[in-house]
T-cell receptor
Framework: DTAVSQTPKYLVTQMGNDKSIKCEQN?????MYWYKQDSKKFLKIMFS???????INETVPNRFSPKSPDKAHLNLHINSLELGDSAVYFC???????????FGNGTRLTVT | AQSVTQPDIHITVSEGASLELRCNYS??????LFWYVQSPGQGLQLLLK??????LVQGIKGFEAEFKRSQSSFNLRKPSVHWSDAAEYFC??????????FGAGTTVTVRA
């Protein structure tokens, strides 16, 4: 009965590869997000979708491409992975703009 | 632009002692304020939120926070900590455009 689930939990890959992270929420929320947590645990928003429409794109390199096939799913595809992409990526959802976020358990991406 | 400052990077507290985590924010209008907790390897869980009304808000796990507009603060407190409270704590400020800004986090260590 996980509310926000993301897969995989761990992802280890080499520089230059392309990888995807998937996220699904069963809360019926309208808005979904991707956050990046760096090695110092700082959280920064990357993208947000509201009802499948992109509403936030925070100066993220265009190697990162989110896709929302429906409002319950938000995937993140990353092309040409770089060492600096190593981080924990969190998916989250909320009902509206000022409702609390519900987070997934994160995907730890390691680029070697 | 809104910002959040958590002055304490790391706090060590004895089990059974009280805990207070500081949070200061910078925002032009009335903010939406949140405290989240992140246990190792987990996503962020909402402890409590403040939108309006009573400035002392109660949350889960015995936590409370007090909003002080004059000091631009939203400090988190717990009267008696348990070993399971060892975690990373994040203060966050939101507004109506879906962008939630997080502080850098405070690591809480609980000693027996």
């Amino acid at each position: 009965d996980t509310a926000v689930s993301q897969t995989p939990k761990y992802l280890v890959t080499q520089m230059g590869n392309d990888k995807s992270i998937k996220c699904e929420q069963n809360l019926g929320h309208d808005t979904m997000y991707w956050y990046k947590q760096d090695s110092k645990k700082f959280l920064k928003i990357m993208f947000s979708y509201n009802n499948k429409e992109l509403i936030i794109n925070e100066t993220v390199p265009n190697r990162f491409s989110p896709k929302s096939p429906d409002k319950a799913h938000l995937n993140l595809h990353i092309n040409s992975l770089e060492l600096g992409d190593s981080a924990v990526y969190f998916c989250a959802s909320s009902q509206d703009s000022n409702s609390p976020l519900h987070f997934g358990n994160g995907t730890r991406l390691t680029v070697t | 632009a809104q910002s959040v400052t958590q002055p304490d990077i790391h706090i060590t507290v004895s089990e059974g002692a009280s805990l207070e985590l500081r949070c200061n924010y910078s925002y032009g209008a009335t903010p939406y304020l949140f405290w989240y907790v992140q246990s190792p390897g987990q996503g962020l869980q909402l402890l409590l939120k403040y939108f309006s009304g009573d400035t002392l808000v109660q949350g889960i796990k015995g936590f409370e926070a007090e909003f002080k507009r004059s000091q631009s603060s939203f400090n988190l407190r717990k009267p008696s900590v348990h070993w399971s409270d060892a975690a990373e704590y994040f203060c966050a400020v939101g507004r109506t455009d879906y962008k939630l800004s997080f502080g850098a986090g405070t690591t809480v260590t609980v000693r027996a």
